[in-house]
RNA sequence: GCCCCGGUAGCUCAGCUGGAUAGAGCAGCGGCCUUCUAAGCCGCGGGUCGCAGGUUCGAGUCCUGCCCGGGGCGCCA
């Protein structure tokens, strides 16, 4: 519909041009929606583009794009110049009538669309280390980079969705040590440290209590599952571990334990990781060697203080870093380098970086040192997002990582369900601050939940469907229902919503913005809960058999935008509530 | 001090890569509705789009400077 226009606009300002002489490049023009309907089903600012190569005041260049547009075919029902020159367009009521036979016939596919080109693209998110449970921020990671992954999967590319993680440095060395002390103290063999100890990373830290031990390192993991851990290794090994390092089992068995919950959470969250690489296999198979050789070679390495550095200020940036510690161990830039260098060796054509604010200063550095060693740097993306505040009866939840008090995915989950969890996730843009409403989310009388709102459109349209038929009344089919009946505002208007969605999707999919899904949805509902509530002028089963067909189509019509666009977020389209 | 991200209605936020009279939900107030599934409709109030310049036919949107809030600036990850 919007093609088809646009197809035309587009041949009549190469007329306009063509008649000015003007061989050139024809400029972009756009197709809008205007935000009010007496504007016209679509605003043109081709008048005013056209003005500056035409030498033409845009109102006189909009009365001649008028007559170049008319034309007999039908599209087309009125025209106008309006404001400082733009076009207003209205369509023949009949081919939005004809929309609601196209979006029957594509079900699922509407608003799925095929590319130009088939690219292949890698989105790696969440990426959480497996040192405790996802938090907040990590749970709104998983949600928009799923998300982002599915709107791409629906323009038509190939998605892969990866975990990387750190298993090899000293966080990891901490947690099994964490781990270690737990068990040595659940045995006896050791005391915990005080609370006040804990509390503050000053506090005072005696080595000793009533003559034990404290080997609880001071920034170790305080998270209750810590002491879970630890009491399973007492049941399965009793004493006999005693000895062994803090490295080797304690390490390995806190890693397994944490990293199968992180996986179970992401499950219940409905998503699925197709790659999981982690940054030991970078040391086994030799890439990081193999990286930091490269880096020497284009002169970009030196050494200072014992240390290996990355002459970064060389490629433009402010400041060199260390790549490798002077303890002759990488630091996490290193191994980054060669997993990027990785992945474009696996021959994405695109690769999505979903990183919180805290890690975006990284990106640069990893971006700017593999196009150094010859990537094309153009290939890469990052998607940043901000953290996530929680706020319940008007006052801010504190969230503490280091004392472990913090409420984690799991527990919002369990709380408000998944489907809640991932609107609220998703419903802001990525870059702004996301204040997590959590008497909203759980609110039980489900008034104000936007989520709840939008999936209960769905069912409710399900709800009319079956009753039609136990009322014995035939589901049309796409093929053959005649929209014609449908002539108040608010049916076209409906109609004119639903003709947005592929377009919403593709802008989505290209901007990574997977929140204009959201907002689109909760117009689509905000448009027909009220047509549905409103049984008294308008019911979709009544008398009049064309009637109840056509708006019947309508319903199907409005419950496959509404279904597909829950799936591009993840959501469940509930069919009854 | 430097870098990144925000600042739009009482609150939480959209604003489609520069378009017309800046919108939604919630909260408040006043009416109506009782239904195909409850969560419905209409109206009202509420805004110097952080501030000041600039770019142009046109700026919430782009540029510069400043103010406020968050994050970062490690041989942590």
């Not at 509407?110 to 990426?127: C, D, H, L, M, N």
């Not at 001071?218 to 851990?229: L, M, P, T, V």
């Not at 402010?318 to 996490?332: A, C, H, L, M, S």
């Not at 940043?384 to 706020?391: D, P």
Request: with cysteine; hydrophobic share 40%; glycine share 8%.
């Amino acid at each position: 519909m919007k093609e088809r226009l646009l197809e035309k606009v587009e041949s009549a300002v190469a007329k306009l041009l063509a008649e000015a002489g003007d061989s050139g490049a024809a400029p972009a023009v756009s197709l809008e929606v205007p935000r009010q309907a007496e504007h016209g089903d679509f605003a043109c600012n081709a008048a005013l583009v056209l003005a500056k190569r035409l030498k033409q005041p845009p109102r006189q260049i909009a009365e001649r794009l008028m007559e170049a547009l008319a034309s007999g075919d039908g599209l087309i029902e009125r025209m106008e110049v309006a404001g400082p020159g733009f076009v207003n367009v209205w369509l023949a009521e009949a081919r939005w009538h004809d929309l609601l036979t196209r979006i029957l016939a594509a079900g699922p596919e509407y608003g799925r669309a095929t590319p130009e080109t088939k690219r292949s693209i890698q989105v790696e998110f969440v990426s959480a280390n497996p040192t405790g449970p996802l938090t907040l921020g990590h749970g709104r990671q998983a949600v928009l980079g799923d998300c982002i992954a599915r709107l791409l999967e629906a323009v038509g590319h190939d998605v892969t969705r990866e975990y990387y993680f750190n298993n090899g440095g000293r966080q990891m060395r901490v947690l099994g040590e964490s781990v270690k002390a737990r068990y040595l103290e659940a045995l006896g063999r050791a005391a915990p440290p005080r609370a006040q100890s804990l509390a503050s990373p000053d506090a005072e830290w005696p080595e000793q209590i009533d003559g034990l031990p404290v080997v609880f390192p001071k920034d170790g993991y305080q998270g209750e599952y810590i002491a879970e851990i630890a009491a399973s290794l007492c049941e399965r090994f009793g004493d006999t571990k005693v000895d062994e390092s803090a490295e080797g089992l304690f390490r390995e068995a806190a890693e397994t334990k944490i990293f199968g919950e992180i996986q179970e959470t992401l499950k219940r969250l409905d998503i699925a990781f197709d790659v999981y690489t982690n940054e030991k296999s970078f040391y086994d198979d030799g890439k990081i060697e193999e990286t930091i050789a490269a880096l020497r070679e284009r002169g970009l390495v030196y050494e200072q203080d014992e240390a290996v550095w990355l002459k970064a200020t060389e490629l433009g940036l402010d400041r060199d870093r260390v790549i490798v510690k002077r303890t002759g161990e990488p630091t996490y830039l290193l191994p980054d380098i060669a997993y990027h260098r990785d992945k474009i060796r696996r021959g994405f054509d695109c690769i999505i970086d979903v990183q919180g604010a805290d890690h975006i200063e990284q990106f640069p550095f990893v971006r700017d040192s593999i196009a150094a060693l010859g990537a094309d740097p153009s290939r890469i993306e990052l998607v940043m997002h901000q953290f996530v505040t929680l706020t319940q009866g008007g006052t801010q939840v504190k969230q503490s990582t280091r004392r472990a008090t913090y409420v984690t995915v799991d527990d919002l989950i369990a709380d408000v369900g998944a489907d809640v969890f991932r609107f609220f996730m998703v419903q802001r843009r990525a870059e702004g601050h996301l204040d997590f409403d959590l008497d909203l989310a759980k609110d039980t009388d489900w008034k104000k939940n936007p989520a709840y709102y939008v999936q209960y459109a769905h069912a409710r349209t399900c709800g009319v469907e079956r009753k039609a038929g136990e009322q014995g009344i035939a589901l049309p089919e796409a093929a053959s229902v005649d929209a014609s009946p449908l002539v108040l505002s608010e049916e076209l208007a409906l109609l004119k919503k639903l003709a947005e969605f592929p377009d919403v999707v593709s802008d989505a999919a290209a901007a990574r913005e997977p929140h204009h899904i959201a907002y689109f949805l909760r117009e689509v509902a905000g448009l027909w809960n009220p047509y549905l509530q409103d049984g008294v002028h308008h019911r979709i089963l009544s008398d009049d058999p064309a009637l109840t067909s056509a708006r019947l189509g309508m319903a199907a019509a409005v419950r496959t935008v509404l279904a597909n666009g829950l799936q591009l977020l993840g959501i469940t389209a509930v069919e009854q509530m």
